[in-house]
């Protein structure tokens, strides 16, 4: 079963998507890589569910950056 993350917006999206759209946006390592982790946090704050968990948080943040 593929991973799914969950966009207000716009229902679920492939976690593979996600991660591509990511990577287009970070640039492939042309920014670093606390930038990426600043960057991951913020989205956190904006779409990440209340009841996640902590691990499901760190996952995220660590998978994003």
Avoid: K
Avoid at 2 to 26: H, K, S
Avoid at 29 to 40: D, F, L, S
Avoid at 46 to 64: D, K, M, N, S, Y
């Amino acid at each position: 079963m593929p991973l799914a993350m969950w966009l207000w917006w716009d229902g679920y999206v492939p976690t593979r998507q996600a991660q591509r759209a990511w990577t287009t946006w970070v640039g492939r390592g042309r920014r670093n890589q606390e930038v990426a982790r600043e960057g991951a946090l913020g989205l956190l704050e904006q779409v990440g569910h209340q009841l996640a968990t902590p691990t499901a948080r760190a996952r995220f943040v660590r998978i994003i950056t």
